[in-house]
């Protein structure tokens, strides 16, 4: 198959930006606290990251003594999706590897149980485009590529979010997606990163960012992608924060 996502790298600043990404989470990796004790990053990694995206989604950012403010179905949706990939260590990237659509049907079921009927969780809109983008996009993001890991992470986020394949929970999700590709990918291989952190103290910008990539210019793409980047290694950046706290 023909890699449509090569020619990604060739966008102003892509390459760049992925690079750096991936040498900050590599560094966060190193830090002495996770090379021995990188369980309580993730954990926290998966909270803080929980929080602000539900934030993203309007939801609450109050944990109660449970740990999740029971009568916020968005909040409870987000912590949800990121334990259930805390520390890299879930079935859910085994799933994603043969059957990436069965991850995400996983990964709404999980987001979107308090805020759909039970009949929709996992279950695309009944339309044959959203259909086929989907299937593309899981082929794209789990074949062989030369696109590196930040950007096939960025993509799959973007395009969840471009096409908002359910009925609810679409948001949480696409931002489910780009941690799953991350672990899954050896980019983030214990879940460490927060990069959604990022994103809810630039939450005009990542919802403008967003627009533009879904209108398919190459320079909104290019925006798109370079923004991810960002996220990604302020994400490291936090993870590093919390390693240091513990440490």
Known sequence: MTDLLAPLLALPGVTDAAEAAREALAKAHRHRTNLRN?????????????????????????????????DDPILAGALRVNQALEGG??????????APLQA??????????????????????QDADVAARLDLMARLLTGQSSAPAPILAAVGHGEVLALAPF???????????????????GLDPQGLGVPEVYRVRRADQYRAAAAVF???TSEGVA?????SCKALEDGAREAISIAESVG
Do not use: F, K, Y
Not at 46 to 68: C, I, Q, T, Y
């Open 38 to 70: 990188w369980s309580v990053t993730a954990a926290e990694s998966a909270v803080r990251g929980a929080r602000a995206s539900s934030s993203l989604d309007g939801g609450g950012l109050r944990l109660d003594e449970s740990g999740v403010e029971a």
């Open 89 to 98: 260590t879930t079935s859910l990237i085994g799933v994603w590897r043969r």
């Open 104 to 125: 995400l049907a996983r990964l709404h079921s999980l987001a979107a149980a308090d805020m759909t009927d039970d009949e929709r969780l996992g279950r695309p809109r």
């Open 167 to 185: 009925d609810a929970g679409n948001g949480l999700v696409a931002r489910a997606v780009l941690r799953l590709v991350t672990i899954a990918s």
């Open 214 to 216: 879904a209108s398919g």
């Open 223 to 227: 925006q798109w992608l370079v923004m």
